[in-house]
């Protein structure tokens, strides 16, 4: 199984990136998926999570608003589209597959990817 981020980069404060990440070797329509974040120093945070079909989605409060997941089944492909970036957004962001339903729990998910890097200068 592999889950490959792309799109992060640096980007100044109110600006715009759309996270990708890409599965394979996976039944990727039979897993929820996740977005977390990882800032030096603290612990890995949940940013979103989407169901298996997409009907459902999750955002954590500190980017609801801001921040918006998606999902294309058909290419094994998530996506996190992040408007207004703030310094604070500043994290390694990665995606991470779940079967069954989104959890809240990092440790509930079964794969992770290797992370892509946000950095929102001020």
């Known amino acids: 199984v592999q889950l490959v981020e792309s799109g992060g980069g640096l980007v100044q404060a109110g600006g715009s990136l759309r996270l990708s990440c890409t599965g394979s070797g996976l039944p990727f329509g039979n897993y929820a998926m996740g977005w977390f974040r990882q800032a030096p120093g603290l612990e890995r945070e949940g940013v979103s999570c989407i169901s298996w079909n997409g009907g459902t989605t999750y955002l954590n409060e500190s980017v609801k608003g801001r921040f918006t997941i998606s999902r294309g089944n058909a290419k094994n492909t998530l996506f996190l589209q992040m408007y207004n970036l703030k310094p604070e957004d500043t994290a390694m962001y990665y995606c991470?597959?779940?079967?069954?339903?989104?959890?809240?729990?990092?440790?509930?998910?079964?794969?992770w990817g290797q992370g892509t890097q946000v950095t929102v200068s001020s």
């Open positions: 991470a597959a779940r079967y069954g339903y989104c959890s809240g729990s990092r440790k509930e998910f079964n794969f």
